[in-house]
């Protein structure tokens, strides 16, 4: 049972239920209407994370990752659950408002077809950066234009597409004939490079939406911490990697909290 509940991936299942929410309270909707999609949304999340283990199980035993390779017919069985339970939380959403269905469906589709597309150039990293900031802007598919959804749905691509290249680092001697990256393309210097770019330009989106919000505004040093990290290292070494997505994702979960959190 714990392989499997590590494959959920829970913080990031957590993280994704957040987004939703920080976007319903960016736009004052009704409590009531939030925890449906939310929900849904964190099911598909974790769905999505069982099914890519299990469709990569034999490239990840390379890497000395074996439990999808091992239990491959309990990661199916459970991936086909969570697929289920997901699409009925998504059925519910939608008879509660059928205007969330294009972006419920754009979810699943990435979650399913995601690791079929991992050769084509710059789109696996494209399309979970835009699965994943894509639940911010729910409250623009029900009519609500508040400029600051767009703004945390660039400033959450920008941060998950520079964490999904930073986790490229990790399997770099693994990906080539697998996976397309742009470290394969542009060597690891210059990827490192756009990384802090892509987590400078979060910065100042995330700068720009507090201060028009006039909500704590010093809140967007969140992402100073991977930043500095990645500046200060000569090279990427595993434990710089670790370490950086670590304050990625600690600098992701505040800035959740603080739009969440009442002031």
């Given at each position: ?161 520079a964490r999904e290249i930073l986790k490229d680092f990790d399997d770099r001697e693994h990906d080539p ?25 979060a910065t100042l989106l995330v700068l720009g939406a507090l201060i028009l919000r006039g909500h704590r ?47």
């Amino acid at each position: 049972m714990k392989p499997i509940i590590k494959a959920l991936r829970l913080p990031v299942c957590f993280m994704a239920g957040a987004l939703v929410l920080a976007a319903f309270r960016i736009s004052n909707l009704s409590v009531s209407l939030t925890w449906l999609p939310s929900l849904a949304t964190m099911l598909i999340t974790s769905a999505t994370m069982v099914w890519n283990d299990y469709c990569d199980r034999n490239h990840d035993a390379k890497k000395g990752k074996t439990t999808a390779s091992e239990h491959s017919q309990l990661f199916l069985a459970f991936a086909t659950a969570m697929w289920l339970i997901a699409l009925v939380l998504v059925a519910l959403a939608l008879r509660q408002e059928s205007r969330f269905s294009q972006p419920m469906i754009i979810l699943i589709m990435v979650g399913l077809c995601y690791s079929a597309v991992r050769q084509i150039p710059l789109l696996p990293n494209l399309a979970v950066a835009t699965a994943a900031a894509l639940p911010a802007l729910l409250p623009v598919f029900v009519g609500h234009t508040d400029p600051s959804l767009w703004i945390l749905f660039a400033s959450t691509f920008l941060a998950i597409h520079a964490r999904e290249i930073l986790k490229d680092f990790d399997d770099r001697e693994h990906d080539p004939g697998y996976k397309w990256t742009l470290i394969q393309w542009l060597g690891e210097d210059r990827t490192k490079k756009i990384v802090i770019c892509l987590l400078w330009l979060a910065t100042l989106l995330v700068l720009g939406a507090l201060i028009l919000r006039g909500h704590r505004w010093f809140m967007f040093i969140v992402f100073w911490p991977a930043i500095h990290q990645l500046q200060e290292s000569r090279d990427c070494h595993p434990k710089t990697i670790s370490v950086t997505k670590l304050a990625m994702d600690l600098g992701i979960g505040l800035l959740l909290a603080s739009l969440i959190l009442p002031v």
